[in-house]
């Protein structure tokens, strides 16, 4: 027995010191998956927040921009007609889609400079007292978001002939980009000479440029067709 008791050995203090830091590593090993999990599970819990609400907000504006007889109630008279002060056509200027800042009192429209917010909300032209719109807001308060409305794209091209490319000119399409980013941009970079048009994609474009901000980018083309301007029902060149 004594001889036993004698030969019977434990762990030394080196081998406790080895299994306790190969348990460790185990321990940081299985940690390091769980949170490499967890931040991939966040990230696609935050585009699918970004996508539900970029389809939402579509839906909304193709409702908006569809309204029957919304151009005309609205005094919109087509592109050919000027502003008085500038000489210049209001034709990016006048869109039937509102985007406005909710947390603001006076319910200010955002411009194409300002700076993109965590909340915001849209309604038509129309709606002077922003009561029937409908406002959308991110989760997370350091996310914003901006939207770009841009009549008509393709009207800058030119025909075989040298004229413009009015396409169907009974037909307004608004491209629309919702854009999601984090931090700041400075959108007023991207405006062109005139300060007329932004530069949105393309190699000096805000995508390309400020790719790293950028968490989500929504576009949709929407389309509103005048038919009573087309039968010739309202007065003008039949261009808008």
């Known amino acids: 027995m004594k001889e036993l008791l004698k030969d019977e050995k434990g762990l030394s203090l080196v081998e406790m010191i080895a299994t306790l830091a190969i348990f460790s590593l185990v321990i940081l090993f299985f940690g390091m998956i769980i949170s490499s ?14 996508q539900q609400m970029a389809n939402d907000m579509v ?9 029957k007889g919304l151009y005309e109630k609205a005094g919109y008279l087509g592109k050919f007609t000027t502003n008085g002060t500038t000489g210049k056509s209001s034709w990016l200027d006048q869109q039937v889609i509102t985007v406005f ?10 411009d194409w400079i300002d700076d993109g917010k965590n909340r915001i909300g849209i309604t038509d032209v129309l709606d002077a007292e922003k009561s029937l719109g409908k406002t ?10 901006k939207v770009f409305q841009k009549k008509n794209k393709n009207e800058s091209l030119k025909t075989q002939f040298e004229t413009p490319n009015y ?4 037909t307004i399409q608004t491209s629309v980009t919702i854009l999601f980013y984090k931090g700041q941009i400075d959108f007023g970079d991207y405006l062109d000479a005139d300060g007329e048009d932004i530069d949105l994609s393309g190699e000096h474009g805000i995508e390309e440029k400020e790719a790293s901000k950028i968490l989500y980018v929504r576009k949709a083309e929407l389309t509103y067709r005048d038919e009573m301007k087309a039968r010739g029902e309202i007065p003008g060149e039949g261009r808008w």
């Open 37 to 50: 999990l967890g931040k991939a599970f966040t990230i696609q819990g935050q585009q699918v927040e970004f």
């Open 136 to 145: 959308y807001q991110l989760k997370n308060k350091d996310y914003k978001i």
């Open 59 to 67: 839906v909304q504006m193709n409702g908006i921009i569809n309204k």
């Open 167 to 170: 396409r169907d000119t009974f």
């Open 101 to 110: 800042d909710p947390e603001r009192a006076d319910l200010k429209t955002i």
